[in-house]
Nanobody, 116 residues
């Protein structure tokens, strides 16, 4: 079964950190560009960060710059999103997306809640 599985979400206080993981099963991520997206209640899904298949190119939404870091470990078939200095407005369901040509996979999402 081809799937992406996100993990690492949870409840954290403002200023705290979380590391999200996106692991692929049934296929290799080696050739896929990976994006992290999030969707807050009542809002549209938005892009947070992305990383190229080679890992040499990364991009961040303005809201994530300086606080989030995307990385990948192809040996573990996993992509990470390190999130620091979390704010209540970061609360959302976070999804990873793997794209290569016409191949396009989404995970089921992991909830991140930032609250005191």
């Amino acid at each position: 079964q081809l799937q992406l599985v996100e993990s690492g979400g949870g409840l954290v206080q403002p200023g705290g950190s979380l590391r999200l993981s996106c692991e692929a099963s049934g296929f290799s991520l080696d050739y896929y560009d990976i994006g992290w997206f999030r969707q807050a209640p009542g809002k549209e899904r938005e892009g947070v960060s992305c990383i190229s298949a080679s890992g040499t190119h990364t991009n961040y939404a303005n809201s994530a710059k300086g606080r989030f870091t995307i990385s990948r470990d192809n040996a573990k078939n996993t992509v990470y999103l390190q999130m620091n200095s979390l704010k209540p407005e970061d609360t959302a369901v976070y999804y990873c997306n793997a794209k290569w040509g016409l191949m396009d996979y989404w995970g089921q999402g992991t909830q991140v809640t930032v609250s005191s």
